[in-house]
């Protein structure tokens, strides 16, 4: 049972450079998300998709890019690294949004920015 | 701004004890799940509460709604140290989970 898979699982750039975090579904859920959880802060939304074509801003979109042109794939784009993007980024998928479904999440994507 | 607090923010037992956790917030929420998630890993879910008072109960763990649907609160009883994690809640509105607001989270730790 894969769910919600992302890759890289860590990954070290450096200031300025540019990378793509994969996430793949393979439940054929319709929702997809990106977060990110800095220690102590919990998760913070930065992009969420309804469905393929569809994609909008969540709480923290800046600095970052999204597309989703199938339904099983949702990469988030860093164009510009910067120290303040070191996190640990997480994707997950939901089957809808009734309040009774769970949101299934990947295992996170260790992103440090030097 | 939705906020929802959660208090302890680190909590620290010994196998056998019982605890609370709490999550609370000055908004009205539809939804409140409960997340555990381990060490390099995602949060899993644990329960989603819907109705104000609702009470659930997976094996040892009791979790609450509160009446107004602005806090809730999750009890272990008799912890093991495989209940070890960081306990999530996280609020949905309008009916819908697809904007979820998430608290800090406590994280806790049973020693055997």
């Known amino acids: 049972n894969a769910g919600v898979t992302q890759t890289p699982k860590f990954r070290i750039l450096k200031i300025g450079q540019s990378m793509t975090l994969q996430c793949t579904q393979d439940?054929?859920?319709?929702?997809m998300y990106w977060y990110r959880q800095d220690p102590g802060m919990g998760l913070k939304l930065i992009y969420y998709s309804v469905g393929a074509g569809i994609t909008d801003k969540g709480e923290v979109p800046n600095g970052y890019n999204v597309s989703r042109s199938t339904t099983e794939d949702f990469p988030l784009r860093l164009e510009l690294a910067a120290p303040s993007q070191t996190s640990v980024y997480f994707c997950a998928s939901s089957r809808n949004s009734d309040s009774n479904q769970p949101q299934h999440f990947g295992d996170g994507t260790r992103l440090s920015i030097l | 701004t939705q906020l929802l607090e959660q208090s302890p923010q680190f909590l620290s037992i010994q196998e056998g004890e019982n605890l609370t956790v709490y999550c609370n917030s000055s908004?009205?929420?539809?939804?409140l799940q409960w997340y555990r998630q381990e060490p390099g890993e995602g949060p899993v879910l644990l329960v989603t509460?819907?109705?104000?008072?609702e009470v659930k109960k997976l094996k040892r763990l009791t979790f609450q709604f509160g009446d107004a649907r602005k806090d809730s609160s999750l009890h272990i009883t008799a912890a093991q140290p495989g209940d070890t994690g960081l306990y999530l809640c996280?609020?949905?509105?309008?009916?819908?989970?697809?904007?979820?607001?998430f608290g800090k989270g406590t994280l806790l730790t049973v020693n055997p």
């Open positions: 996280a609020g949905g509105t309008g009916g819908s989970n697809y904007k979820l607001t």
């Open positions: 439940m054929n859920h319709n929702y």
């Open positions: 908004s009205v929420f539809s939804s």
């Open positions: 509460v819907v109705t104000g008072g």
